[in-house]
Nanobody
Framework: QVQLVESGGGSVEAGGSLTLSCAGSGFTEIRGCMGWYRQAPGKEREPVGR????????MYADSVKDRFTISLNNAKNTVTLQMNSLKPEDTAMYYCAADVADGGIWKWGCTFDAWGQGTQVTVSS
């Protein structure tokens, strides 16, 4: 059974930093990418960024570019999201996503078919 488990969420003041981690299990390897999405109250889930398994190329939403960094440990099927200079508008539930099978949501050249349960990030002004 495929599982993605996020950790590292919490509350921080604006300008602060948080690091989210996501550990995957139940599959041999990531087929294409791992990434992060987020969903704020009353809003649709939106992509934050992704990293490819081969080559490590990254893509980010404009709203987080130059503030967030994604890294991947292929051997451990673990993806990390380093978030700096956090803003109140970054407040959301953050979800880890991975490409481990056919189908799913396509974004930035990747198809995400496995999802974590989410971890809450709250940024106060």
């Amino acid at each position: 059974q495929v599982q993605l488990v996020e950790s590292g969420g919490g509350s921080v003041e604006a300008g602060g930093s948080l690091t989210l981690s996501c550990a995957g299990s139940g599959f041999t390897e990531i087929r294409g990418c791992m990434g992060w999405y987020r969903q704020a109250p009353g809003k649709e889930r939106e992509p934050v960024g992704r990293i490819s398994r081969v080559g490590g190329s990254t893509m980010y939403a404009d709203s987080v570019k130059d503030r967030f960094t994604i890294s991947l440990n292929n051997a451990k099927n673990t993806v990390t999201l380093q978030m700096n200079s956090l803003k109140p508008e970054d407040t959301a539930m953050y979800y880890c996503a991975a490409d481990v099978a056919d189908g799913g949501i396509w974004k930035w050249g990747c198809t995400f078919d496995a999802w974590g349960q989410g971890t809450q990030v709250t940024v106060s002004s």
